[in-house]
C-alpha cells in the first residue's frame, strides 16, 4: 500500500489540487505525506508556506502524518532524489504549476519524473471537469504483455479507496491476415487477450472490484485510450 506519498508542491493553488484526490489513501492508518518544495537554483527562500496551502494541508485526514521538505536545484531531477532518499512508495503531483505552462511544466518535469521513477507516479490535470476529486471509473490500458499487467497490482490498491469500476481497455492494430481457418489475425489476437486475462479478471473481482472488459481493434492506440 501507498504508505508514503511525496507530492511535490510550488505553492500554487493549482499544484495543491492533487491533493484532493489523495484523501482515500491518506485516510489510512498508516499512510504519511511528504510535501516537497523545490527552488530553482538562484531563487530566494521563501519564508512559510501560502495561507491556501497551509490550511489545505491541516485540512487533511486526521489520520495523516505530513512532513514538509524543501530542496534547491532542477524540479524534475530533485523529486527523483527525494523520492529515493524519503523511500516514497508513491510520486502524486499536478500537470500545471505556478507558471500554468503545459510546456514547462506537463512536457518537461511531470515527463522527466515519469520517465525515470523508480516508484508508481500519480499525475492529475487541474484542468480536468471533474465534479469532485474522485475516481468512479480507472481504464486500465493494456497490450497483453507482462510489463502492461504490472499495472494491475496498483489498481487492486487504489480502485477500493474509491469505490471504482475497473475497465480492463485492449487496442490492438488491425491485421488483415486470415488463418486458414478463416479467422483474421487480429481477431485470434483479441480472444488471445480476453483468455490471458480471464485469471487477474477473477482476480480483481475477487477483491470485490467490478470490472469490465474491453476488446478494440484499430489504427492509433493513444488516440482510441483518449477516446476511450
Same mark, same amino acid.
Given at each position: 500500500?501507498?504508505?508514503?506519498?511525496?507530492?511535490?508542491?510550488?505553492?500554487?493553488?493549482?499544484?495543491?489540487?492533487?491533493?484532493?484526490?489523495?484523501?482515500?489513501? %491518506? +485516510?489510512?492508518?498508516?499512510?504519511?505525506? $511528504? /510535501?516537497? *518544495? #523545490?527552488? !530553482?537554483?538562484?531563487?530566494?527562500?521563501?519564508?512559510?508556506?501560502?495561507?491556501?496551502?497551509?490550511?489545505?494541508?491541516?485540512?487533511?485526514?486526521?489520520?495523516?502524518?505530513?512532513?514538509?521538505?524543501?530542496?534547491?536545484?532542477?524540479?524534475?531531477?530533485?523529486?527523483?532524489?527525494?523520492?529515493?532518499?524519503?523511500?516514497?512508495?508513491?510520486?502524486?503531483?499536478?500537470?500545471?504549476?505556478?507558471?500554468? %505552462? +503545459?510546456?514547462?511544466?506537463?512536457?518537461? $518535469? /511531470?515527463? *522527466? #519524473?515519469? !520517465?525515470?521513477?523508480?516508484?508508481?507516479?500519480?499525475?492529475?490535470?487541474?484542468?480536468?471537469?471533474?465534479?469532485?476529486?474522485?475516481?468512479?471509473?480507472?481504464?486500465?490500458?493494456?497490450?497483453?504483455?507482462?510489463?502492461?499487467?504490472?499495472?494491475?497490482?496498483?489498481?487492486?490498491?487504489?480502485?477500493?479507496?474509491?469505490?471504482?469500476?475497473?475497465?480492463?481497455?485492449?487496442?490492438?492494430?488491425?491485421?488483415?491476415?486470415?488463418?486458414?481457418?478463416?479467422?483474421?489475425?487480429?481477431?485470434?489476437?483479441?480472444?488471445?487477450?480476453?483468455?490471458?486475462?480471464?485469471?487477474?479478471?477473477?482476480?480483481?473481482?475477487?477483491?470485490?472490484?467490478?470490472?469490465?472488459?474491453?476488446?478494440?481493434?484499430?489504427?492509433?492506440?493513444?488516440?482510441?485510450?483518449?477516446?476511450?
Amino acid at each position: 500500500m501507498f504508505q508514503k506519498i511525496l507530492v511535490p508542491l510550488d505553492g500554487s493553488e493549482l499544484a495543491s489540487k492533487v491533493l484532493d484526490y489523495l484523501e482515500p489513501v %491518506l +485516510a489510512l492508518e498508516a499512510a504519511s505525506l $511528504v /510535501a516537497l *518544495r #523545490v527552488r !530553482r537554483r538562484g531563487t530566494s527562500r521563501q519564508e512559510g508556506e501560502p495561507n491556501h496551502l497551509a490550511a489545505r494541508l491541516e485540512g487533511l485526514s486526521p489520520k495523516a502524518q505530513i512532513q514538509r521538505i524543501e530542496r534547491q536545484g532542477d524540479p524534475a531531477a530533485e523529486i527523483l532524489a527525494a523520492a529515493k532518499e524519503e523511500g516514497a512508495s508513491l510520486i502524486a503531483l499536478s500537470t500545471h504549476g505556478r507558471t500554468g %505552462l +503545459a510546456r514547462l511544466v506537463r512536457g518537461s $518535469v /511531470a515527463e *522527466r #519524473v515519469v !520517465r525515470n521513477a523508480q516508484t508508481p507516479v500519480l499525475l492529475v490535470n487541474p484542468f480536468t471537469q471533474a465534479t469532485r476529486a474522485h475516481f468512479e471509473r480507472i481504464l486500465v490500458p493494456l497490450d497483453g504483455s507482462a510489463s502492461s499487467l504490472e499495472a494491475l497490482d496498483l489498481v487492486t490498491q487504489l480502485a477500493p479507496l474509491y469505490r471504482a469500476e475497473v475497465v480492463l481497455f485492449y487496442v490492438g492494430n488491425p491485421d488483415y491476415r486470415v488463418t486458414k481457418a478463416g479467422e483474421r489475425e487480429e481477431e485470434i489476437r483479441a480472444k488471445e487477450f480476453r483468455s490471458s486475462i480471464a485469471p487477474h479478471v477473477a482476480r480483481l473481482e475477487g477483491a470485490g472490484l467490478r470490472v469490465k472488459v474491453e476488446v478494440l481493434v484499430e489504427f492509433g492506440p493513444a488516440g482510441q485510450i483518449l477516446a476511450a
